[in-house]
Every structure is written in structure tokens, then in C-alpha cells.
């Protein structure tokens, strides 16, 4: 029996089912492909599960009015602006230079407008790798005389050609080739990626021009072509009665904002009377909608699960009066700051509740967050409990174990180190005391939990420097039965406000303030061409009795080479421009005791240069290092520019970064750079670095599980951010209003949040 064809597709519709609703040169091969290409984006696990609804939430990069396309006559330098061109004359031709031969080539075409208002202009791009030669031939193929096409970007006058030039960086996503008006039945508009995925249906060529069109990042397989021809189909066939509203009557009215229904088609397909504008800076009303949604879902299913923490309690609640203050008091080495003395009150005060902990200490580097976690622990062992402190790298949990050990060493205190690295003897005599309660503060990396390491009275778990955030820490410990407090130690200064809203699931403490006596670091960005005066500012600081760190960027795809380098430069530096001292080598790929005896030799001085890779960008402390050195500066997050800067400027010494670039250097690399040499602020720096890599990559959060957002910018979108989050209070406050069970019926649907479990 054949199914009855459904009538119209729904929100729910699968995209594998897709298929059946004839959409122009979607067949099943098609849409499964397409599924597949949605599934791996929506976080879907499987194809079929990709809905049409996660389709429309494959949202343009941007958009291009078509209905007026600019003319040659119209350019400026530095305009950015789509054209319709005519191919005069295409081709490639390689550049010969040394290993590159054959293997890079330039693609030019030059072009002319259809009214031919100036003189033609040159679109160019690089086609490199070994299928090049195929690639340029496939290009001049397809981009034969008279071929007619729209391409985008940024136009440059050109002295040499007194014309305009524009280089395009992404071809696919950048120039579209439009079916010849003479022989539109036969070719159509078969797009620069020759594949059964981006045969475009002549019939559906109006979609492309003579209006305003989304241009979407390659789905899959799909092109930007592709995926405006499928969401314009399925829009045209979408039972709109099918579309429930998801946001409450009552809120809608209270902000104005525009519907749902109308919102999916507006973000897709801007309306002709619509500003432009809007759309580029995402304020379209549209884009209004769709980010505060995206806010007000992940704030409020934080503030549900927030609700139910302060609801749970604590296996033990802590004592902590004059005699454990003073047992504390007893073993700090150094007066606190103010802003220490305030965080160690709030942490004190969690720790004296009777709900779990669950607070995050922010410090910028060097501002002495190690002793808030060591008093926190000490308050805990006084109360008989055991403690855990997590690092993320082995070198740094072992330098803690070596601190607080000689810290505690008058207690009675059984501080122990536990590794991966443990000969398999020693870990289970560990574990056995452990479980025993016969250790009262156990040191090691994350594993550590996982592991399933087992206590007898855990009290408290301090997690330091965790970039990857770790508000899923607690969930873990939870899942083994343990309901701890939770101190989250972190270096990344989120600016704060973001972290109180987004992350409103933990409370949070900041340290703003340094030790005292501290010398500012002065930053050097420097190039090639500067590596003498480099040279002699290591032998002066080596003079002076002072350290250094040179340090190598080690990129994931390029590891091996990396590693190479790393060990090249060091090898040159030992033995070529630094004979006569002794410098180590320190990489993430040693064995755990090499790595521990050059990192020993560091600290003691005995070793005076150490080359690393960035293992050593967390949390180590040598307080003599006076100079950091960082190569190909330019491939490293302002963050982490910052945090290895952190590592010098730890005593009262005047201090060096050294941001080596090479000689090419990009404009956003150099003014990247040029942020580190400004300023010392943790906090100005991170703002930056979410301006230019965006959160996600930033906070860490698709390592943590957080939800990512799907559109909103919480640099750009911050008031938005605020009213959603007044909104989420709002009925997260109603707890039994009927508006308030529906949104939260709502959310425990949506996989991204993982809150099916909770009732
Ligand atoms: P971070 O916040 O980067 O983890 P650390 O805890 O490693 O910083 O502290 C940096 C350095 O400052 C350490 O050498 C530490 O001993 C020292 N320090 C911390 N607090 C104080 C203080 N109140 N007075 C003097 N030195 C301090
Ligand atoms: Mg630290």
C-alpha cells in the first residue's frame, strides 16, 4: 500500500520525508543528505531526526539586496557591495615559487556590468592543494564567456590596473553563477561545485535575482544556492496553521515582538519594504524575535535548575568559627588583599549553608586565587572532611600538590598527589586511603572524578583554572552520588555581567585586585626582523639573575609540525645562540616524569630558558621569570595571550612579553596584538576576544555542555539578553501560573537542555 501523501509540510515534518512534498530536484537520496548535514548542525544524533523546524533554524549569514544591484560606476575603495557581472575572459595561472609549484594558482576573472557603467574589474581567488590544476580547468569551464554571475565582497582600486579589484576567500560562498538568459532550459544554474547536491532548477531562477536573498554557509554538501531554493520551497508549502506560538500572549505584547510565523519567514526572506540596515546588524524585527528567544530558553532553563539547587542540601554543613579561623590564619604566608578577604567571607558564608556550594571565583592572573581555594579547604578539613583540587594539566596539579604540601606541612594534615602517571601500585594503595578517609586533601587533574575515584566524607571539590568551564562538574559528581560543595576557580574573565546572567546557575566572586608590589609587564610586539634586540634582552634578563619562557603555539591540525618546530628552535637555541646556558624543553608529549624533572629544574633555577609549548599556559608559577616570549603570537586567543603573559610579572621585578609575529602578519592579527600591548585588563581583553571569536569558543561551552546559543551575540545583543532574562524571572517567579507550565512542559522537550529528568 502506497502512504497517503501528507498534504503540506509542518514544523515536524522530517527532513528525510522531505522528499515527498516535490520540491524541485529533492529527491529521497537528496533529502537524507540534507537531513544528514542538519542532524550534525541541530546536535541531532541521527538524520532522522532533523526536522523542517531545524531547518528554518539554519539561520543566512547574511543578505543581499538583489533588487537594486549596485554598478561598476557606483564602487568605491574599500566599498563592499554584490554585483551582477558577465564573464569577458577567465582563467588561471599558476605561481611559481619553490614547493608551492603547481600547486597554487590564481583564478581571474575579468568582468563587465550589463549597462557597462565603467571599466571591467578583476574577481579574483587563490585555488590551491593537489587537485588545483582540476579545480582552475573546472572553474574556466564553468566561467566561460558571457556567463553571467553575482559576487560579493570588498572592492580595492587597483593603481596598476586603474581598475577595481576584489578577492573572494570563500568562491562557493561568494559568487553565484545565474542561468544564461539564452540558454536557460538547458544549463540553468549549475553552481561552481559540480555535484548532483547544487544542480539548481532553472524554474526557480527568480528566487535569485531582482530581490533581497539570504546567502547561507555551505550546509553539508548544500550551497548557499541550494539551501535558499529548499527553504524558499518549503516556506511556499508550510501549513502555517501548524506553527504553534511558543512565547507567552501576555509577553508578546508587553516587548512587541513579531510572531512566530512571520518571524521564520522574515529571517529567511526579507520583506521588500524592510531596511536593510536592520538586517545587516541583525535588528531586524525578525532578528529581534529569534534572539530574544534564543536568550530567554537558556535563561530560564538555567534559573529551573538553579531553583532546584538551592532546594537540595549538603551532606554536612560547615562550623566555621574562631578556632577554625584561626587554625587557617595560622598557615597563610602573606597578608590577604582586600579583595581576598571579601571572597574568602562569601565563600565562608556558602560554605557555612546549608545548600551546596556552587560558586565561581574569578581573578584575573596572578591576583592569588590558589590561597582561596587552599583556606576553603582548610575550613573543610577542619570540619573533618575530605577535599578534592582539580587542575586541568598534570604540570599544574603537580605544582600544587608541592605548594600546598610545604603550606600544610605544620597540620595534621595528609595532603597526596594522584595522576594519571602513578605506577598502578601506588594509585590503588591511594584510592584505598582515600576511601578510607585517610587523606584529607587529594590533588590531580580531572580524571581524577572520572575516574571514579571513591571518598569516604567528601566535603568540598575545588576546580582550578577551568577554561572549560565547569558548571557540568557539579552534574558529574552529583551522577556519582556526591553532592560537595563546588569552588570553580577561573582565570577567564568573563566580563561579569555576562556571567551573572548567562551563567546564573553559579554564584560568583571576583578578586579585582593584585598582590602588592607588582610591576607592570611591559608588552613588545615584535617581528622577524627584531629577533637581535630580543636576543639581548634574554642574555641581559638571564644576567640579572631573572628566567624566560619561550613559548610555541601547537595546533591541533598541524600538531606534529608544530612539535618539530618547537624542537628545532630549541635545539638552535641551545646550542646555536645560547651555547653557554642551560634551557629545557617542555612539551605536552613527554613522559609525565621527564616533564615533571625539566619543570623542577625551572623552579629551581637550574634551567634558565625553557622552550614549551602552551602546556604551561595555565596557573605555573615561577615568580623569578622575568620574560615571555611567544612565538607566531598571531595564532594564539587574546585570552590566552593573556593568561601566558600572567605567567612573568609575579614578583616585584619589572617584567617582559615578547608577541613575536611573523613577517605575515594580517591587519586583524596585528590589531589583535596591538590590544595585548595596551592594556593589562583580564576583563577589557576577554570583551574583546568575544567580539572577535565569539562566545562559545570563548566560555568554552560546547566542552561544558552548556547550551550555545543559536543567534544571539552577547556582546551585541546585551539589552536584548536583559530583557530576556527579566522576562524568564518573571515566570520563573509564577511558578504555578499556567503560562509558566507551559513554557516549562516546553523546554523539557528540547534536547538542548537536558531537563527531561527534572520534576
Ligand atoms: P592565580 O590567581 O593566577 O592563580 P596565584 O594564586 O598563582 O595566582 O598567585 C600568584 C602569586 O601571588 C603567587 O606567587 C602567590 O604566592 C602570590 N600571592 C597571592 N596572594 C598574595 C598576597 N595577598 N600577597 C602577596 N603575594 C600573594
Ligand atoms: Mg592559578
Not at 114 to 121: D, I, S
Given at each position: 500500500m502506497i502512504p497517503a501523501m501528507p498534504r503540506a509540510i509542518s514544523l515536524n515534518t522530517p527532513i528525510e520525508d522531505l522528499h515527498n512534498f516535490r520540491i524541485a530536484r529533492l529527491g529521497d537520496q537528496l533529502s537524507h543528505k540534507l537531513a544528514a548535514a542538519l542532524a550534525a548542525h541541530a546536535n541531532k544524533r541521527t538524520a532522522a531526526e532533523a526536522t523542517v523546524e531545524d531547518l528554518l533554524n539554519y539561520l543566512p549569514m547574511r543578505y543581499e539586496d538583489r533588487s537594486h544591484p549596485a554598478a561598476i560606476s557606483d564602487l568605491a575603495n574599500g566599498m563592499e557591495a554584490s554585483l551582477e557581472l558577465r564573464v569577458l575572459r577567465a582563467h588561471g595561472y599558476p605561481i611559481k615559487k619553490g614547493f608551492a609549484r603547481g600547486r597554487l594558482f590564481i583564478f581571474e576573472i575579468t568582468a563587465y556590468d550589463a549597462g557597462k557603467t565603467g571599466r571591467e574589474v578583476i574577481v579574483w581567488w587563490f585555488v590551491s592543494g593537489r587537485r588545483a590544476y582540476e579545480i582552475v580547468k573546472y572553474y574556466t569551464q564553468k566561467l566561460a564567456p558571457e556567463t553571467r554571475f553575482i559576487t560579493f565582497g570588498q572592492w580595492e582600486w587597483n593603481q596598476t590596473k586603474s581598475t577595481y579589484k576584489l578577492q573572494l576567500h570563500r568562491p562557493a560562498d561568494e559568487l553565484e553563477i545565474l542561468p544564461s538568459l539564452e540558454q536557460q532550459q538547458t544549463e540553468g544554474g549549475v553552481d561552481l561545485e559540480h555535484s548532483e547536491e547544487n544542480i539548481?532548477?532553472?524554474?526557480?531562477?527568480?528566487?535569485?535575482?531582482g530581490r533581497r536573498v539570504p546567502v547561507y554557509r555551505k550546509l553539508g554538501p548544500f550551497n548557499s544556492k541550494r539551501v535558499r531554493e529548499i527553504i524558499h520551497a518549503v516556506l511556499a508549502n508550510l501549513d502555517l496553521e501548524t506553527i504553534e506560538e511558543t512565547l507567552p500572549a501576555d509577553l508578546l505584547q508587553r516587548t512587541r515582538l513579531s510572531d512566530r510565523k512571520r518571524t521564520l519567514h522574515e529571517i529567511h526572506f526579507p520583506p521588500a519594504d524592510a531596511s536593510m540596515e536592520d538586517y545587516e546588524l541583525a535588528r531586524s524585527p525578525a532578528h529581534t524575535r529569534m534572539i530574544f528567544e534564543d536568550f530567554f530558553w537558556v535563561t530560564f532553563a538555567l534559573g529551573l535548575k538553579r531553583g532546584k539547587r538551592t532546594k537540595e542540601s549538603k551532606s554536612a554543613t560547615l562550623r566555621i568559627g574562631k578556632s577554625e579561623l584561626g587554625k587557617i590564619g595560622s598557615v597563610l604566608p602573606f597578608k590577604l588583599t582586600k579583595a581576598q578577604r571579601r571572597v574568602t567571607r562569601e565563600i565562608c558564608n556558602d560554605l557555612k549553608s546549608s545548600a551546596p556550594m556552587n560558586r565561581l571565583l574569578q581573578g584575573d592572573v596572578g591576583s592569588g586565587k590558589t590561597i582561596i581555594g587552599v583556606i576553603a579547604m582548610l575550613a573543610a578539613m577542619e570540619n573533618n572532611l575530605q577535599t578534592a583540587l582539580m587542575a586541568p594539566t598534570e604540570i599544574l596539579a603537580e605544582q600544587h600538590a608541592r605548594n600546598i604540601k610545604r603550606l600544610l606541612a605544620k597540620t595534621p594534615y595528609r595532603v597526596e598527589l594522584m595522576t594519571g602517571s602513578l605506577r598502578a601500585a601506588d594509585k590503588r594503595r591511594l584510592r584505598v586511603a582515600l576511601q578510607e578517609g585517610e587523606i584529607n586533601a587529594v590533588i590531580g587533574t580531572h580524571a581524577l572524578v572520572q575516574e571514579g575515584v571513591g571518598f569516604a566524607r567528601l566535603g568540598l571539590v575545588v576546580i582550578d583554572e577551568q577554561h572549560r568551564f565547569g558548571v557540568m562538574q557539579r552534574a558529574e559528581l552529583r551522577a556519582r552520588g556526591l553532592n560537595p560543595d563546588v569552588l570553580v576557580m577561573t582565570a577567564t574573565p568573563i566580563p561579569r555581567s555576562l556571567a551573572m546572567t548567562v551563567y546564573g546557575d553559579l554564584d560568583v566572586s571576583v578578586i579585582d585586585e593584585l598582590p602588592p608590589g607588582r610591576t607592570p609587564i611591559e608588552t613588545i610586539v615584535a617581528g622577524e626582523d627584531q629577533r637581535q634586540e630580543v636576543k639581548k634582552l634574554i642574555s641581559r634578563e638571564v644576567k640579572a639573575g631573572h628566567q624566560i619562557y619561550v613559548v610555541y603555539p601547537l595546533v591541533e591540525e598541524s600538531e606534529k609540525m608544530d612539535l618539530k618546530d618547537a624542537t628545532r628552535r630549541y635545539e638552535y637555541l641551545r646550542d646555536v645562540v645560547f651555547p653557554k646556558l642551560p634551557i629545557g624543553l617542555l612539551h605536552g608529549k613527554m613522559k609525565p616524569a621527564e616533564k615533571e624533572r625539566v619543570m623542577n629544574a625551572f623552579v629551581s633555577g637550574e634551567i634558565k630558558i625553557l622552550v614549551s609549548t602552551t602546556v604551561i599556559e595555565v596557573g605555573v608559577d615561577v615568580p623569578n621569570a622575568s620574560v615571555m616570549i611567544v612565538e607566531h603570537a598571531e595564532r594564539f586567543g587574546l585570552s590566552q595571550l593573556h593568561q601566558l603573559r600572567g605567567r612573568v610579572g609575579r614578583g616585584a621585578k619589572k617584567s617582559y612579553c615578547v608577541l613575536l609575529t611573523s613577517d605575515k602578519k594580517t591587519a586583524v592579527a596585528e590589531e589583535r596584538l596591538g590590544i595585548m600591548a595596551k592594556t593589562n585588563d583580564g576583563f577589557v581583553i576577554a570583551e574583546k576576544d568575544l567580539e572577535i571569536r565569539g562566545p562559545g569558543e570563548l566560555l568554552g561551552t560546547r566542552q561544558s555542555g552548556l547550551p550555545e546559543f543559536r543567534i544571539g551575540n552577547l556582546v551585541r545583543d546585551r539589552e536584548l539578553l536583559e530583557s530576556a532574562k527579566r522576562e524568564a524571572e518573571f515566570y520563573l517567579n509564577k511558578e504555578k501560573s499556567s503560562a509558566t507550565a507551559k513554557l516549562v512542559a516546553r523546554i523539557k522537550q528540547d534536547t538542548r537542555f537536558g531537563l527531561a529528568a527534572i520534576g
Amino acid at each position: 500500500m502506497i502512504p497517503a501523501m501528507p498534504r503540506a509540510i509542518s514544523l515536524n515534518t522530517p527532513i528525510e520525508d522531505l522528499h515527498n512534498f516535490r520540491i524541485a530536484r529533492l529527491g529521497d537520496q537528496l533529502s537524507h543528505k540534507l537531513a544528514a548535514a542538519l542532524a550534525a548542525h541541530a546536535n541531532k544524533r541521527t538524520a532522522a531526526e532533523a526536522t523542517v523546524e531545524d531547518l528554518l533554524n539554519y539561520l543566512p549569514m547574511r543578505y543581499e539586496d538583489r533588487s537594486h544591484p549596485a554598478a561598476i560606476s557606483d564602487l568605491a575603495n574599500g566599498m563592499e557591495a554584490s554585483l551582477e557581472l558577465r564573464v569577458l575572459r577567465a582563467h588561471g595561472y599558476p605561481i611559481k615559487k619553490g614547493f608551492a609549484r603547481g600547486r597554487l594558482f590564481i583564478f581571474e576573472i575579468t568582468a563587465y556590468d550589463a549597462g557597462k557603467t565603467g571599466r571591467e574589474v578583476i574577481v579574483w581567488w587563490f585555488v590551491s592543494g593537489r587537485r588545483a590544476y582540476e579545480i582552475v580547468k573546472y572553474y574556466t569551464q564553468k566561467l566561460a564567456p558571457e556567463t553571467r554571475f553575482i559576487t560579493f565582497g570588498q572592492w580595492e582600486w587597483n593603481q596598476t590596473k586603474s581598475t577595481y579589484k576584489l578577492q573572494l576567500h570563500r568562491p562557493a560562498d561568494e559568487l553565484e553563477i545565474l542561468p544564461s538568459l539564452e540558454q536557460q532550459q538547458t544549463e540553468g544554474g549549475v553552481d561552481l561545485e559540480h555535484s548532483e547536491e547544487n544542480i539548481s532548477d532553472p524554474s526557480l531562477a527568480a528566487i535569485h535575482v531582482g530581490r533581497r536573498v539570504p546567502v547561507y554557509r555551505k550546509l553539508g554538501p548544500f550551497n548557499s544556492k541550494r539551501v535558499r531554493e529548499i527553504i524558499h520551497a518549503v516556506l511556499a508549502n508550510l501549513d502555517l496553521e501548524t506553527i504553534e506560538e511558543t512565547l507567552p500572549a501576555d509577553l508578546l505584547q508587553r516587548t512587541r515582538l513579531s510572531d512566530r510565523k512571520r518571524t521564520l519567514h522574515e529571517i529567511h526572506f526579507p520583506p521588500a519594504d524592510a531596511s536593510m540596515e536592520d538586517y545587516e546588524l541583525a535588528r531586524s524585527p525578525a532578528h529581534t524575535r529569534m534572539i530574544f528567544e534564543d536568550f530567554f530558553w537558556v535563561t530560564f532553563a538555567l534559573g529551573l535548575k538553579r531553583g532546584k539547587r538551592t532546594k537540595e542540601s549538603k551532606s554536612a554543613t560547615l562550623r566555621i568559627g574562631k578556632s577554625e579561623l584561626g587554625k587557617i590564619g595560622s598557615v597563610l604566608p602573606f597578608k590577604l588583599t582586600k579583595a581576598q578577604r571579601r571572597v574568602t567571607r562569601e565563600i565562608c558564608n556558602d560554605l557555612k549553608s546549608s545548600a551546596p556550594m556552587n560558586r565561581l571565583l574569578q581573578g584575573d592572573v596572578g591576583s592569588g586565587k590558589t590561597i582561596i581555594g587552599v583556606i576553603a579547604m582548610l575550613a573543610a578539613m577542619e570540619n573533618n572532611l575530605q577535599t578534592a583540587l582539580m587542575a586541568p594539566t598534570e604540570i599544574l596539579a603537580e605544582q600544587h600538590a608541592r605548594n600546598i604540601k610545604r603550606l600544610l606541612a605544620k597540620t595534621p594534615y595528609r595532603v597526596e598527589l594522584m595522576t594519571g602517571s602513578l605506577r598502578a601500585a601506588d594509585k590503588r594503595r591511594l584510592r584505598v586511603a582515600l576511601q578510607e578517609g585517610e587523606i584529607n586533601a587529594v590533588i590531580g587533574t580531572h580524571a581524577l572524578v572520572q575516574e571514579g575515584v571513591g571518598f569516604a566524607r567528601l566535603g568540598l571539590v575545588v576546580i582550578d583554572e577551568q577554561h572549560r568551564f565547569g558548571v557540568m562538574q557539579r552534574a558529574e559528581l552529583r551522577a556519582r552520588g556526591l553532592n560537595p560543595d563546588v569552588l570553580v576557580m577561573t582565570a577567564t574573565p568573563i566580563p561579569r555581567s555576562l556571567a551573572m546572567t548567562v551563567y546564573g546557575d553559579l554564584d560568583v566572586s571576583v578578586i579585582d585586585e593584585l598582590p602588592p608590589g607588582r610591576t607592570p609587564i611591559e608588552t613588545i610586539v615584535a617581528g622577524e626582523d627584531q629577533r637581535q634586540e630580543v636576543k639581548k634582552l634574554i642574555s641581559r634578563e638571564v644576567k640579572a639573575g631573572h628566567q624566560i619562557y619561550v613559548v610555541y603555539p601547537l595546533v591541533e591540525e598541524s600538531e606534529k609540525m608544530d612539535l618539530k618546530d618547537a624542537t628545532r628552535r630549541y635545539e638552535y637555541l641551545r646550542d646555536v645562540v645560547f651555547p653557554k646556558l642551560p634551557i629545557g624543553l617542555l612539551h605536552g608529549k613527554m613522559k609525565p616524569a621527564e616533564k615533571e624533572r625539566v619543570m623542577n629544574a625551572f623552579v629551581s633555577g637550574e634551567i634558565k630558558i625553557l622552550v614549551s609549548t602552551t602546556v604551561i599556559e595555565v596557573g605555573v608559577d615561577v615568580p623569578n621569570a622575568s620574560v615571555m616570549i611567544v612565538e607566531h603570537a598571531e595564532r594564539f586567543g587574546l585570552s590566552q595571550l593573556h593568561q601566558l603573559r600572567g605567567r612573568v610579572g609575579r614578583g616585584a621585578k619589572k617584567s617582559y612579553c615578547v608577541l613575536l609575529t611573523s613577517d605575515k602578519k594580517t591587519a586583524v592579527a596585528e590589531e589583535r596584538l596591538g590590544i595585548m600591548a595596551k592594556t593589562n585588563d583580564g576583563f577589557v581583553i576577554a570583551e574583546k576576544d568575544l567580539e572577535i571569536r565569539g562566545p562559545g569558543e570563548l566560555l568554552g561551552t560546547r566542552q561544558s555542555g552548556l547550551p550555545e546559543f543559536r543567534i544571539g551575540n552577547l556582546v551585541r545583543d546585551r539589552e536584548l539578553l536583559e530583557s530576556a532574562k527579566r522576562e524568564a524571572e518573571f515566570y520563573l517567579n509564577k511558578e504555578k501560573s499556567s503560562a509558566t507550565a507551559k513554557l516549562v512542559a516546553r523546554i523539557k522537550q528540547d534536547t538542548r537542555f537536558g531537563l527531561a529528568a527534572i520534576g
